[in-house]
């Protein structure tokens, strides 16, 4: 598990882009956001983590924008902690998603 501030941009991008390595989807990474989105064909699910804390998440059924203090990466369980001022909403990465690409 890893655990960051939002002011460490660096190191959450740099964990941003390896927890999604064995996910089918694809990573944009700049100096201002990071975003996952899946492939088209299967579960519609997009993560976009802002430098200024906003986020927004979409998965089936449901969606949110709100404002983080501190990511946590669960690598394995594949899962994103997102944690504010009354917020605690966890990322699960659907299982249809999962690839063999990191290994």
Known sequence: MFSFKVEQWSEIADSFESFFLSVD???ER????LCFSSVPGKVETSLTLYRNGHFAAA???HGIDAKVERVVFEQDEFKIQ???????????????LL???GE
């Not at 700049?30 to 956001?33: A, I, K």
């Not at 997102?82 to 249809?96: F, W």
Request: hydrophobic share 30%.
């Open 25 to 27: 989807g694809n990573v």
């Open 30 to 33: 700049n100096e201002e956001h």
């Open 59 to 61: 998965m089936p059924l």
């Open 82 to 96: 997102l944690l504010g001022k009354d917020l605690n909403y966890v990322y699960h990465v659907p299982p249809q």
């Open 99 to 101: 690839t063999l690409k």
